[in-house]
């Protein structure tokens, strides 16, 4: 086990959804889970995370507000996010990428294009 | 009064038009026929005239050569008493030749002819023979009384018929001119008034045809040009007013056919529109649960996990999978109520009993409260149990998904009048007044709640179908941001 553990923020309002990505990412990533927007962003300015994991349709704070808030923000601009959505038509895709998305996960993925998907974005930006 | 038809009043004037060049025409042969009628009147008076004067000299050499040879005894005076007394009877026939149509005339010929014929039997006979034997008595008789009386008697018989021949010739001159002077008058005067008819109906024409034609013709150049609106002054006479008419009935119902097309392809873009947003809808709402159901199988099948984790992962793919099925079963059931092959499977069923149990299902994984109010005794109603379970669990889960976590939801149960009446009443975000009559519709999802929350917007219309063909009723109140009440109401007893 590696002194650092990445730190990743889970964000979707399905419980299933988060669970399923933090037993898929398992020991080598500390993973938090928030089931909204707003909470999300909160969590953001409060603690330094390497990574975000983040759903496109919420009650509330859309997955697409909070990319665009974050890439509005200075402390926020620069940490990977990647966009998982059951809603994939191209325009979907493409908004989320414009908003500022590193990557587009569409539902339901594999597990192991979870894994490597993340780990390449967490082993670039240390 | 009628109206004439277009035809009819060209007619009519036509006819008018028609009549009055007739007239003109009738009328100026009248003036031609009556002058040459004249002018042969005039011409045989001419001839009456010479005819007469003729006998005047004959009768004249009559008198004269009977004096001459009663006196003389010259026989030059006898040739020409024999050659006048000659010419006598074909004188007289040739003047009451020319004077047969003319009764009075003719008679006045004839006692003219008798006049001289008893000149000669009863003064020139007697005269020559009375010469023959007696010349000297002779001479005093040729010239007495009688036979100047008879002379006279000739000359006024033929003067008379000079004079009336010549009165006669004087009053059909002027009977003649007077009726050609008639005739250019009549002639002028229709002619003026044909004239004056033709520059009427040309001006009637134009402004009843060829006016409206014209305005109906550049009407129906803007009709092409796609102008639909374009509508032309119903003037016009008889079937030119009903051409306009047409026309403007025509681009009236061009105009409601093209805004019914424009309607239709509107709705049609709409129901294209609806059924893209319905299939990626349908497919968010399957991948959502699918995504939980795939990636936990291949963790199970891929990695190794202590007995409880496996197990909590099965009931979470169990869970998602039974998602998965209830929305295969709401598709199904649209298409039973579309159908109208939706059967219940009636019997009798605590509805207390059934309340707890699915509010019991729905709460336990919930963060959600649950304020659960039930009446003490069993309220027993007469019907599907699995559908009216499916309509209290459809209405939970709807309370739960529509309001935020920790928010409490009261669902109560009552009995009163012979009716059961179910109450869920939620503190979320409430729906919009114009949602409300739309919210039991099949695929109608409030606008606010369709772009964050999912669903297929099938729940209540298949709810409101099981519990109105259980006799029974559904109905909504809300409140923005205070929240929604789902009532339910349904018969009672063990019929």
Known sequence: MSPHRPKILVVDDEPPLRELVVVTLGDAFVCDEVDNGDEALARLSADHYDLVMLDVMMPGTSGTDVLRQMRADDGL?????????????????????????????????????????????????? | MKRLSLVG?????????????????ASSLIAIVSLRHAEAKESRAKDVTAATLRLQSITADLESSLRGFAITGSPAFHNLLNSAQAQVPGAFRALETLVADDRQQLRRARDASDLVNSYVTDVATPILFIRSVNPRAARS??????????????????????????????????????LARAAIAGGSVALVLSAALV???????????????????????????????????????????SLVSAFNSMTRALERSQQELLK???????????????????????????????????????????????????????????????????????????????????????????????ANLFFSHSSHMLDLELPDNPVVVNGDRDRIAQVIGNLLSNAIKYSPPGAEVRVVLSQDDGRARLAVVDEGMGIPPGDRARVFEKFYRGSEAASAIGGT???????????????????????????????????????
């Open chain 2, 264 to 358: 239709q392809n509107q709705l049609l873009r709409e129901s294209e529109e609806h059924k893209r947003d319905l299939i990626s809808m349908v497919s968010h709402e399957i991948r959502t649960p699918l995504a939980s159901v795939c990636g936990f199988t291949s963790l199970l099948l891929e990695r190794e996990f202590p007995r409880e984790e496996e197990r909590r992962y099965l009931e979470i793919i169990d869970q998602q999978a039974r998602r998965l099925a209830s929305i295969a079963g709401d598709f199904l059931d649209v298409k039973l109520l579309e159908g109208g092959g939706m059967t219940l499977d009636r019997a009798p069923f605590d509805l207390v009993d059934l309340t707890r149990e699915q």
């Open chain 2, 199 to 241: 520059l009427l109906f040309g001006a009637w024409v134009a402004r009843q045809v060829a006016a409206p034609v014209r305005r109906t013709s550049a009407a129906a150049a803007q009709v092409a040009a796609g102008h639909l609106d374009v509508r032309v002054e119903e003037r016009g006479a008889g079937e030119v007013g």
């Open chain 2, 141 to 178: 008789q040729a010239a007495d009384a009688v036979e100047k009386e008879h002379a006279r008697e000739i000359r006024s018989a033929l003067n008379t018929i000079l004079m009336v021949e010549a009165d006669r010739s004087t009053g059909r001159a002027a009977h003649a001119r007077y």
């Open chain 2, 9 to 25: 009043r060209v007619v009519v004037l036509a006819s008018a038009v028609a009549m009055v060049v007739v007239l003109v025409v």
């Open chain 2, 457 to 495: 917007g099938l729940g209540l219309a298949v709810a409101r179908e099981i519990v109105t063909s259980h006799g029974g009723d559904i109905d909504v109140e809300s409140e923005m941001s205070r929240g929604s009440t789902f009532t339910v109401e349904l018969p009672v007893g063990a019929v």
């Open chain 1, 77 to 126: 601009r620069d940490v990977p996010v990647i966009v998982m959505s059951a809603w994939q038509s191209p325009q979907d895709v493409a908004s989320a990428l414009e908003a500022g998305a590193d990557r587009f996960l569409a539902k339901p993925f594999r597990i192991d294009e979870l894994g490597s998907m993340v780990r390449g974005l967490v082993s670039r930006s240390a």
